[in-house]
């Protein structure tokens, strides 16, 4: 029977053994150590390029500081270019010829995309009341600004301007976010309703269908209107003739007929003053009469008294 006898190593053999086997456990701790720490440093090497390495690159701080700034200009913009407003003016100008006025400013309003929202005349010149036309203009917000120019220089001249801005950018982007949530329900609705299992739940999600179509409907009218406010100016235009003056120049008239009725309007003048000072007078000679009246009859009276008294008597 054949028996196999294990190996040993003895002397050097031994401690060349020996010594392999730890190199080898050292191999295998290095290489776990390295699998360990590469995650960390890939993730190091890949923030590095975001904020900028420390210690050796100081100079990049600087330009993250540049990105940020740039980055708030950029903003800032944005805001300017997505804000919403509301343009409205009211203009008052004296013209000779109103109705010539108003169809040049029509004129000037159709060449830049605008039109006439309203118009009102009132051209009689019958009495006091003045000649004026009101027009109501919507001008392209683009184009705002240069036509009310124009508008207040080559009328006529200009009395009176009023302008006045007002931001609505909240208003519009609320409408706008319930328009979308209106239409997210409608669309998970819908979908309910194709599950709808009975006749009850089919009725109840198609009333809930229709009511925030309802909603849906005066929202889009809300944002229409938003939008046809936000695109054209509203501008007011009052256009009034000048001021007439009551003093006329009468033509000189020659003749028979003339003089008769300067002399007719002579003769009125006189008796009419002459009626006036009678008027003033009467009053006082009223009380003069009564005065000098009774002033008289006193009088009679004394002198009869002094008549019976020297008189002589018979026996005298």
């Known amino acids: 029977m054949n028996t196999t006898r294990p190996v040993r190593f003895r002397g050097p053999l031994r401690t060349t053994a020996l010594w392999g086997a ?26 590095a390029p975001a904020g900028g390495p420390a210690g050796a690159h100081g100079p990049a701080v600087p330009s993250a500081g540049g990105s940020h700034a740039t980055q708030a200009t950029q903003a800032s913009r944005l805001a300017l ?8 003016a009211s203009l008052t100008i004296e013209a000779k010829n109103v109705a010539t ?37 919507k001008i392209p917000v ?29 208003q519009v982007a609320d409408v706008t976010s319930l328009v979308d949530s209106a239409q997210d329900a409608i669309t998970q609705l819908q979908t ?10 089919l009725l109840t999600v198609q009333d809930q269908i229709n009511t925030q179509e309802s909603s849906l409907e005066a929202l889009q009218a809300q944002q229409r209107a938003l939008g046809r406010e ?11 003739s ?26 009125r003048l006189v008796i009419s003053g002459l009626l006036t000072a009678l008027g003033a007078v009467l009053p006082f000679a009223v009380i003069a009469a009564v005065l000098g ?12 008294l002094l008549r019976r008294r020297s008189r002589p008597t018979p026996a005298g």
């Open 22 to 47: 730890a190199l080898m456990s050292g191999a295998a701790l290095l290489l776990a150590g390295c699998s360990a720490s590469s995650p960390s440093s890939s993730s190091a090497s890949s923030a």
């Open 142 to 170: 683009a184009v705002y600004q240069p036509t009310l120019s124009r508008l207040a220089s080559v009328l006529g001249n200009r009395t009176a301007l009023a302008e006045h801005a007002q931001d609505v950018t909240q």
């Open 192 to 201: 309910l309703l194709k599950r709808a299992g009975s006749v009850s739940a």
């Open 230 to 240: 936000t695109s054209y100016a509203t501008v007011s235009v009052t256009l009034v």
């Open 242 to 267: 000048p001021r007439r003056h009551n003093v006329t120049a009468r033509k000189k008239e020659h003749g028979f007929v003339a003089g008769f009725a300067a002399g007719w309007r002579g003769l």
């Open 101 to 137: 006025a108003a169809a040049r400013a029509t004129s000037i309003v159709a060449a830049e995309g605008g039109y006439v929202s309203s118009e009102q005349e009132s051209l009689s010149r019958s009495g006091s009341a003045r000649p004026t036309v009101s027009l109501q203009l």
């Open 81 to 88: 270019a997505t804000q919403t407003i509301i343009y409205t």
């Open 293 to 304: 009246v009774a002033g008289y009859a006193g009088r009679r009276r004394l002198m009869r």
